[in-house]
């Protein structure tokens, strides 16, 4: 299902040219052709009327219209079992990528100070 939800990003980003890639237009038919028609559908015409067709939520809020959305909405989006729409500006919702946990890095030893002291610098000596 967020197989739609991702090309259709990917289709907006490019349609608001939030990327500039050099065959932007065979990606988008490529992307389309990837879409399901009646979704492909309501996204155009959301963008015919300036809108994004997408929007992202974040913290159960909707980005596009700033609206919470209701919890049977979220729950529907996390188990990603349909795609919801949202009920105050109609735009498809894509939940944000989680955050990534911060990856985590083998605890290096801190290494000593190193001792060796700065050179003074010998500004005076212009070259
Ligand atoms: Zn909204």
């Known amino acids: 299902m967020s197989d739609y939800l991702t090309d259709l990003l990917k289709l907006q980003a490019l349609d608001f040219n939030e990327r500039s890639e050099k065959n ?10 990837h879409i399901p028609k009646p979704i492909l559908a309501h996204y ?7 809108k994004k067709g997408v929007a992202l939520v974040r913290n159960q809020v909707c980005t596009g219209c700033h609206m919470r ?3 049977g909405t979220i729950n529907t989006l996390m188990q990603d079992q349909d795609i919801q729409l949202c009920d105050s500006c109609g735009r498809y919702l894509c939940l944000e990528a ?5 990856a985590v890095e083998p605890v ?5 100070a190193p001792k060796t002291r700065k050179r003074k610098t010998l500004a005076h000596t212009a070259v």
Do not use: H
């Open 24 to 33: 932007a237009e065979s990606q988008k038919a490529e992307l389309r052709n």
């Open 44 to 50: 155009d015409r959301l963008v015919a009327r300036g």
């Open 69 to 71: 959305l209701p919890i």
């Open 98 to 102: 989680p955050v990534p946990a911060p």
């Open 108 to 112: 290096v030893a801190a290494k000593p």
